[in-house]
T-cell receptor, first 114, second 113 residues
Framework: NAGVTQTPKFQVLKTGQSMTLQCAQDMNHEYMSWYRQDPGMGLRLIHYSVGAGITDQGEVPNGYNVSRSTTEDFPLRLLSAAPSQTSVYFC?????????????FGPGTRLTVL | DAKTTQPPSMDCAEGRAANLPCNHSTISGNEYVYWYRQIHSQGPQYIIHGLKNNETNEMASLIITEDRKSSTLILPHATLRDTAVYYCIVRENDNTNAGKSTFGDGTTLTVKP
């Protein structure tokens, strides 16, 4: 299993540009999440999904859109990039909500918005 | 989810036990305690979790106080590769909260030779 994969690893955007961060998992996990991590801080939840076709907002959703058309993929779209969105973005997946459920994280995408 | 409080940083000598504390005084009865770590800006890695009993796995031990208001993660023989930021998280272990972890700022553990 490749686990959770994210592309690209690095990206530089200009203010106002749009882009999609890709996330895929091959573990047949129902739950997927997007977090951002600013320098020296913990992760903050952007959006999450409990299954294909179902998404919901997390703590910091503004400026981001998500969709979940398949179990495997959970892309994060930046509609109009702003310097405040410069951050490291992590995607995570987990199998169930029951005891023993743990999250598996991808390697991250480092985004710089100029 | 209940909030957690961790010291911002700790040092530990290589080969010694590292004891990382976490305060979660507002934890509710059905919330679990999870520990993750993040090595040098990689994605966080799951370590261990528990509800009320002490837990041990191949990576660490988790000691939860009887009133469940605090816990300690123990790395029994710390190595240089254990240098990382350690996050203590509490959340309910049900379908509505799966995938929704609230990360604080964690504890930066530095293991020194």
């Amino acid at each position: 299993n490749a686990g959770v994969t994210q592309t690209p690893k690095f990206q530089v955007l200009k203010t106002g540009q749009s882009m999609t961060l890709q996330c895929a998992q091959d573990m047949n996990h129902e739950y997927m999440s997007w977090y951002r991590q600013d320098p020296g801080m913990g992760l903050r939840l952007i959006h999450y999904s409990v299954g294909a076709g179902i998404t919901d907002q997390g703590e910091v959703p503004n400026g981001y859109n998500v969709s979940r058309s398949t179990t495997e993929d959970f892309p994060l779209r930046l509609l109009s990039a702003a310097p405040s969105q410069t951050s490291v973005y992590f995607c995570a997946s987990s199998s169930t909500g029951g005891p023993g459920d743990t999250q598996y994280f991808g390697p991250g995408t480092r985004l710089t918005v100029l | 989810d209940a909030k957690t409080t961790q010291p911002p940083s700790m040092d530990c000598a290589e080969g010694r036990a590292a004891n990382l504390p976490c305060n979660h005084s507002t934890i509710s009865g059905n919330e679990y305690v999870y520990w993750y770590r993040q090595i040098h800006s990689q994605g966080p890695q799951y370590i261990i979790h528990g509800l009320k009993n002490n837990e041990t796995n191949e990576m660490a031990s988790l000691i939860i106080t009887e009133d469940r208001k605090s816990s300690t993660l123990i790395l029994p023989h710390a190595t240089l590769r254990d240098t990382a930021v350690y996050y203590c998280i509490v959340r309910e272990n049900d379908n509505t909260n799966a995938g929704k972890s609230t990360f604080g700022d964690g504890t930066t553990l530095t293991v020194k030779p």
